[in-house]
């Protein structure tokens, strides 16, 4: 069985440039997720999706972040314009229960 | 403020050694618990998990046992292998699903 797939793993950007990042959900997993792992911390939830709706967007910083998932399968998590904070992991995972997979993440470095 | 919070790491040991790391939560009610690991370049696995209180997760020699007296859930492995190291994190579910996670404790193992 596959596993959650994210792309790109790695991403280098200049300030104030855009930037999206793709997540491909575990087949038949409802529920997706995408949580930002600053260095040395612990993953925090950005949004979650429960199929193409977002039931929980209170963490994600709306000026300029935005996330869709059109079909209820794919998202994509995007930053416009990224700034130099934004330098961090971006996890996408998802579940059908209790369990939630993790994809490996997308590294993004903003210079 | 995070309401999982783990032991300072890093954790250097030698292989055979007993390990401990020690993690603590503040919730209301009785939440499921969890500890995920995170492989050098690799997304957060789960490691193990318990449901309700006296429930012992175990997995790959690794053990945990929720203890709703002392609110805490510490991670135990007998006899670590240079293949354990990684980082180990804490978590703690919450509402709609969403996981809270402690700041990760990262393990060293030498040979």
């Known amino acids: 069985e596959a596993g959650v797939v994210q792309s790109p793993r790695y991403k280098i950007i200049e300030k104030k440039q855009p930037v999206a990042f793709w997540c491909n959900p575990i087949s038949g997993h409802n529920t997706l997720y995408w949580y930002l792992q600053n260095l040395g911390q612990g993953p925090e939830l950005l949004i979650r999706y429960e199929n193409e709706e977002a039931v929980d967007d209170s963490q994600l910083p709306k000026d300029r972040f935005s996330a869709e998932r059109l079909k209820g399968v794919d998202s994509t998590l995007k930053i416009q314009p990224a700034e130099l904070g934004d330098s961090a992991v971006y996890l996408c995972?998802?579940?059908?229960?209790?369990?939630?997979?993790f994809g490996p993440g997308t590294r993004l470095t903003v210079t | 403020g995070n309401s999982v919070t783990q032991m300072e790491g890093p954790v250097t040991l030698s292989e055979e050694a007993f390990l401990t790391i020690n993690c603590t939560y503040t919730a209301t009610g009785y939440p499921s618990l969890f500890w995920y690991v995170q492989y050098p370049g690799e997304g957060l696995q789960l490691l193990l998990k318990a449901t309700k209180a006296d429930d012992k997760g175990s997995n790959k020699g690794f053990e945990a046992t929720y203890r709703k007296e002392t609110t805490s859930f510490h991670l135990e492995k007998g006899s670590v292998q240079v293949s354990d190291s990684a980082v180990y994190f804490c978590?703690?579910?919450?509402?709609?699903?969403?996981?809270?996670f402690g700041h990760g404790t990262e393990l060293s193992v030498k040979p």
């Open positions: 995972a998802s579940s059908s229960g209790y369990e939630q997979y």
């Open positions: 978590a703690r579910a919450s509402q709609g699903g969403k996981l809270i």
